[in-house]
């Protein structure tokens, strides 16, 4: 009996203890240690999950750069190299629509930066990209616009020299500028690798790439006789002044136009560097170029009806800030009907009057203002946008 109450005892003590454990150690499970056991399992699961995406992340990069087959990653350092000294162009012109009131109009081209000096660097694009424009503008690198100056062009070489100031650039943040090398056209062979990088659509750089289909020869186009490199690069509105590189990253050709006819696909043309860069240099060499500094457009025949004039005139639409006929006193609106005695019925008439005077010398301009004949006096300057 003794013996069955010790055990009994035994049991009820053991009860107890286990059952403080158990009461201690259940909260203590619950509140600390299971925590802490997902808390760790969690900071694991998001380790492995880490893990996981960079090496992910590292398998696609090297996988992307595994797809680029030689070739590719070559092109891909041609166009890295070139594109920087290619420039976006945009031109602003005036002109008039059927009710002969004056608006502005927009165009787009590329041009290539071929030269720097301690204050400017110069551009190579098309003469027809920059002719008959009031203002070109040019954006490197994708950098806010600034204002180019015409230092000279050749439209029967379908050629252009513009130059911006360092200062301009700097002012819009390109500190430094990529000069484009030249490379010899006639060293081109039929077959040969070549991009055409320029300003497509006025869309920013874009590249095209093709094959050179002829060696260089002399071709027709719009009445000008041009000696270029035939592609099948793709060259669209835009690219006109781009440049057309070949395998080693250097200018082969300044890109011009594209043959665009219904059953023809595929042909474009460049302008040859062999015939361009002597021709650059001639162009950098161009002696001073005189400015009135006045934006024209013809008059119509209605117009000059309305003002009793013979024939059509022109009328001033933009006199440029710090000009010669801004010093001169000429106005917006003012209709130019002789200079330096002669009369003057359009536009072309009056810039080639100009163009045979000097640099500083004083011309005589009469206008037609508010229905009375004024008569003016301009001391010619440098032209700078005169384009």
Same mark, same amino acid.
Request: hydrophobic share 40%; with cysteine.
């Given at each position: ?131 008959? %424009?009031?203002?070109?503008? *040019? &954006? !490197?690198?994708?950098? +806010? @616009?600034? #204002?180019?100056?015409?230092? =000279?062009?050749?439209?029967? %070489?379908?050629?252009?020299? *513009? &130059? !911006?100031?360092?200062? +301009? @650039?700097? #002012?819009?943040?390109?500190? =430094? ?9 006639? &060293? ?200």
């Amino acid at each position: 009996m003794k013996k069955a109450i010790k055990q009994f005892t035994k049991l009820v003590v053991l009860g107890c203890v286990m059952g403080g454990v158990i009461g201690f150690a259940q909260p203590f499970a619950t509140g600390y240690v299971i925590p802490k056991i997902q808390e760790s399992r969690t900071a694991a699961a998001d380790e492995a999950e880490q893990s996981d995406n960079f090496d992910t992340d590292e398998k696609i990069n090297v996988q992307n750069t595994a797809n680029l087959d030689e070739a590719s990653k070559n092109t891909v350092e041609l166009i890295k190299k070139v594109k920087p000294a290619v420039v976006c162009i945009t031109t602003k012109a005036t002109s008039r629509d059927w009710f002969n009131q004056v608006y502005e109009t927009e165009g787009a081209g590329s041009g290539v930066i071929f030269h720097e000096d301690e204050n400017n660097v110069y551009i190579v694009t098309n003469a027809h990209v920059v002719s008959g %424009a009031s203002e070109v503008l *040019i &954006s !490197v690198s994708e950098s +806010d @616009l600034v #204002s180019a100056s015409l230092v =000279g062009k050749d439209v029967n %070489a379908d050629l252009a020299v *513009i &130059s !911006v100031t360092k200062a +301009d @650039l700097k #002012s819009v943040g390109i500190t =430094g500028v990529t000069i484009a090398e030249f490379g010899s056209s006639s &060293s081109l062979q039929m077959g040969e690798s070549v991009i055409a990088i320029g300003n497509a659509l006025g869309h920013g750089n874009t590249a095209t790439a093709g094959i050179v289909s002829t060696l260089p020869k002399e071709v027709s186009i719009q009445g000008k006789k041009l000696t270029v490199v035939q592609t099948d690069a793709a060259i669209n509105p835009g690219n006109s002044g781009g440049a057309l590189i070949n395998s080693k990253g250097q200018v082969i050709g300044i890109n011009t136009a594209k043959l665009a006819i219904t059953e023809v696909e595929g042909v474009g043309y460049a302008i040859a560097s062999d015939v361009a860069k002597p021709m650059i240099e001639s162009l950098m060499n161009t002696s001073e170029t005189p400015a009135l500094g006045v934006s024209v457009v013809d008059l119509s025949e209605q117009e000059a009806k309305y003002y009793g004039l013979p024939q059509a005139g022109v009328v001033i639409s933009q006199v440029y800030r710090g000009s010669a006929a801004e010093s001169a006193g000429l106005e917006t609106g003012d209709i130019v009907t002789a200079f330096n005695g002669s009369p003057v019925f359009t536009a072309d008439q009056l810039i080639s009057a100009i163009k045979n005077c000097k640099v500083g010398e004083s011309v005589g301009v009469t206008v037609i203002r508010d229905g009375k004949t004024i008569q003016k006096t301009a001391k010619l300057t440098k032209a700078q946008t005169n384009f």
